[in-house]
């Protein structure tokens, strides 16, 4: 990518999950991308990866190009803060990580023939195992678009919904997903102690069993039910501790309100 091509504006745990994806995987050089972050403690940590940053928009010079300006700030400011970016539109692709917002919204700040794209991505981004989803309007070219995916592919798996009303769905399985499994080891780990192994044993129990088990699901040929079925003995400890969580739909039921949770609010921050 040319210098100054593309723009980061928001370095926060999203933004930064994704500025060490495309630094680490290369498809980004340190020239290619600046930084627009106005929290000391979080430009600091941009620049201690060697990029370029600035603290305001303003800061830049005045001759500044830029094909892709990536916004990753709070859905609650993006608004606002998108307001100060209108003299790159529409010759710049915007990028929106922010749930609950359309691209009609963007299309209203910074005029509706602006190519944009809503990206859905989460933390895992930052190891190169994230799951990024998006959706284009129909002024992205396709070229565009493909440089997107590409970028967006150096921090894991990228798949496209060609309907907008998706991305809430997706806001509430993969976005906010990685929180459900952090949870999980916390609360695996705890019945571990509970069952007499130290903390630091259940924890190390808990995290790789997740995680094996997840790159196992995702390497396998086999159906996630197929490779259920296949640990589970009849009569066994798989299959008694499977009664407590499948009986009655308990987990079902619980992760059905989970994600129904976060569909609606996001929902709701894209009508603020």
């Given at each position: 990518?040319?210098?100054?091509?593309?723009?980061?504006?928001?370095?926060?745990?999203?933004?930064?999950?994704?500025?060490?994806g495309w630094l680490n995987s290369g498809q980004l050089g340190l020239d290619d991308v600046t930084v627009i972050e106005p929290v000391d403690i979080l430009r600091e940590?941009?620049?201690?990866?060697?990029?370029?940053?600035?603290?305001?928009?303003?800061?830049?010079?005045?001759?500044?190009?830029?094909?892709?300006?990536?916004?990753?700030?709070?859905?609650?400011?993006?608004?606002?803060?998108?307001?100060?970016?209108?003299?790159?539109?529409?010759?710049?692709?915007?990028?929106?990580?922010?749930?609950g917002l359309s691209a009609h919204a963007f299309g209203e700040v910074l005029g509706n023939e602006t190519p944009i794209i809503r990206c859905m991505p989460n933390t895992?981004?930052?190891?190169?195992?994230?799951?990024?989803?998006?959706?284009?309007?129909?002024?992205?070219?396709?070229?565009?678009?493909?440089?997107?995916?590409?970028?967006?592919?150096?921090?894991?798996?990228?798949?496209?919904?060609?309907?907008?009303?998706?991305?809430?769905?997706?806001?509430?399985?993969?976005?906010?997903?990685?929180?459900?499994?952090?949870?999980?080891?916390?609360?695996?780990?705890?019945?571990g102690v509970k069952a007499g192994l130290s903390e630091e044993t259940a924890q190390l129990l808990a995290t790789q069993t997740v995680y094996g088990a997840g790159a196992?699901?995702?390497?396998?040929?086999?159906?996630?039910?197929?490779?259920?079925?296949?640990?589970?003995?009849?009569?066994?400890?798989?299959?008694?501790?499977?009664?407590?969580?499948?009986?009655?739909?308990?987990?079902?039921?619980?992760?059905?309100?989970?994600?129904?949770?976060?569909?609606?609010?996001?929902?709701?921050?894209?009508?603020?």
């Amino acid at each position: 990518m040319n210098d100054n091509n593309l723009i980061l504006v928001g370095c926060g745990n999203m933004g930064f999950a994704m500025l060490q994806g495309w630094l680490n995987s290369g498809q980004l050089g340190l020239d290619d991308v600046t930084v627009i972050e106005p929290v000391d403690i979080l430009r600091e940590r941009a620049e201690a990866l060697g990029v370029k940053t600035c603290s305001d928009v303003s800061q830049l010079p005045d001759d500044q190009q830029a094909n892709i300006i990536v916004m990753a700030v709070k859905p609650q400011v993006m608004l606002e803060v998108l307001q100060n970016y209108r003299k790159f539109a529409p010759k710049a692709c915007f990028v929106s990580v922010a749930p609950g917002l359309s691209a009609h919204a963007f299309g209203e700040v910074l005029g509706n023939e602006t190519p944009i794209i809503r990206c859905m991505p989460n933390t895992p981004a930052a190891i190169g195992a994230g799951m990024m989803v998006i959706y284009k309007n129909d002024y992205v070219a396709d070229k565009t678009a493909e440089t997107v995916k590409s970028l967006l592919s150096a921090s894991g798996k990228v798949a496209e919904v060609k309907e907008e009303k998706l991305m809430d769905a997706v806001t509430a399985v993969s976005g906010s997903g990685p929180a459900y499994i952090f949870h999980f080891i916390e609360c695996l780990t705890a019945a571990g102690v509970k069952a007499g192994l130290s903390e630091e044993t259940a924890q190390l129990l808990a995290t790789q069993t997740v995680y094996g088990a997840g790159a196992l699901a995702a390497q396998s040929a086999e159906t996630p039910t197929r490779l259920r079925e296949q640990v589970t003995s009849p009569n066994g400890t798989t299959a008694a501790a499977l009664e407590v969580l499948m009986g009655e739909d308990r987990l079902k039921k619980l992760l059905d309100e989970t994600v129904q949770a976060a569909f609606d609010r996001s929902v709701e921050l894209g009508k603020d």
